[in-house]
């Protein structure tokens, strides 16, 4: 198992590394930076003056290392729109979001779960058909005409909770919703027929003709048809994290997504790649914590990357 | 102590009723083991399933007969009395260990499991004990292995030891070696055998290799189309059929054959549950069929060596 997890958190920081030098890269194919730091009516001394304050006069090597030291140590330079650091920006922004999509995952997985679970037990039956019919619903709405929909019902007609902002756990309740709708639907899905498959399986028949408790077979279906739900699922959730731009403009939610709108809006380009930076990492991190659930659940995945079982005596 | 009489079981494909086994009477003692002999498709399997209880409705159902294991008619068991009979009375040896065998979970959580008898402190060493007299060597070590990291035959031994460890009075072994290499086939036969013997187990044995049934089985039942055909002491069936189709298969799986000799095979296939004919179900295919064949089915006939038959035109030898 330790050997599997340094194999996957070195993979991870490969990865981290690709991504990192591809977004230095390409910000230097647009063109000369500093004229794109620079705000549009500058003057070409102005130009110059913040070439020299962001070191782009530098060699590329050094400008890069620079870069990698930067990230290494959290510092992703200064923001020109709000004149802050960019780590001071993200860093807030992201918890939030990071508040937001976790809510609605959690939500999503639970619920997920436990519709896909019992209509692929009982597939065919009348709660069956109603699941897949709210799975197929829950892909098809878009979110923020989703969002609109649960203002209109439970802020404006019902008065329950609020419409927008940041104020505490009832204000969370709305955004996550309609963030939850379409990976709880991929995951109620992806449950039901994944638990249809091994209920067909001869293990799920051995396992009866033991004898065990339903709740001893249930076990059993359900940890085996979590294989591929833990892998969309970890998929989705990163997908939530950055699919949130919509859902928290439309709430008024103070997260990354809204700070990117903000960034690019602005021409803010050092907090722009600061975001880049850090939805990579955080995206990096849920991968690995996907492998990890992945070879806590799969004894096979464990051993596979460690050396060969040893072979099995045999004697009669 | 396994006695099935006039069992019909049906399965629902597609709205539609189709019968899988008609009509079939069995009787195991206790100690005695039975080979049931059909191709795929001759309801073999499904007479094992009836009597776990497996064919539920939506899939299918028993439709009449009664299976009685020592006392109690399994057909009127209520779920919970089911599952006590399966937890406590019947082993159940897979066809494809690979398969039937969890593969999240260690041999050892999957044998505790059919195990419920055993008290807590003394399963690990009951579980040793058990998998050693399989022929697994240092099953102490191999407790908290999963089964990828065991070979074909030493997981068949794992199943048999879930199958074996409720200490059970009836043994269903579901085509046991038809997914293992030739080698380790005849090392898990003669481990049934030996099995059986030592714990007076009734062991009903499916297979479609009459020939292996003779090294398992004193008694066998051939099954064609969803009905037992020819049943009786195996080699007296086998030295001696009375049915051509119990004849067909022997000549089917004839040792005697040398190269560049025609195989004896069976001409035509098996019928289809959802078309099955009016009278014998073999008479389609049956070289020495009659008018009387293809109309009605024939009645069971008692042969004074103890086997009996169900069949217009019994061969004569």
Redesign the interface.
Known sequence: MTSYILNRLLQGLIAMWVIVTIVFFLARLGGDAAALLAPADATPEQVEAIRVSYGLDQPVYLQYLDYLRGIVTLDLGQSVSYRQPVTDLVVPAMLNTAQLALTGFVIALVVGIALGAVAGMRA?SRYDQAVRALSVLGQSVPPFWLGMLLVLLFSITLGWLPAFGSEGFTSLILPACALAAFPLASIARLTRSSVLEIVG???T?????????PA?LVA?IL??ASLPVVTLAGIQLGAMFSGTIVVENLFAWPGVGQLAIQAIQARDYALIQGIVVINTLVFVALLFLVDLSYGW????VR?NSSAE???????? | MLQITNLTTHYFFGGQVTPAARGVTLNLPKGSAMAIVGESGSGKSTVAMSV?R?IRP?IGDIAEGEIRIGGTDVTRATPRQ???????Q?G?V???PT????????IRSQIV??MPHVERARRDEVIVELLTSL????AAARLK??P????G??RQRV?IA?ALA?EPQLLIADEPTTALDVTTQ??IL??LDRLRRERHLTTMFITHNIRVARLVCQDVAVMYGGVVVESGPLTVVADNPSHPYTRALLDASSLDVGPRQRLRAISGSPPSLTAMPPGCPFAPRCPSATDLCHQRMPATTRRPDGASYACWNPVTS
Do not use: C, W
């Open positions: 065919g399986r001869d293990q028949l051995f396992e009866r003709a033991k004898g065990v408790s001893v059993h940890r085996n659940l799969d004894p096979r051993t079982p040893q072979k099995a005596g045999v004697s009669a | 776990m497996m939506p089911m599952r006590e009979l399966l937890r406590t019947i159940f897979p066809q494809d398969t039937a065998l969890d593969p999240l979970y260690t499991e059919a022929g697994i060597v240092d292995q999963h990828h990291q065991f070979s035959g030493m199943a879930i409720k005849i090392g003669r481990l």
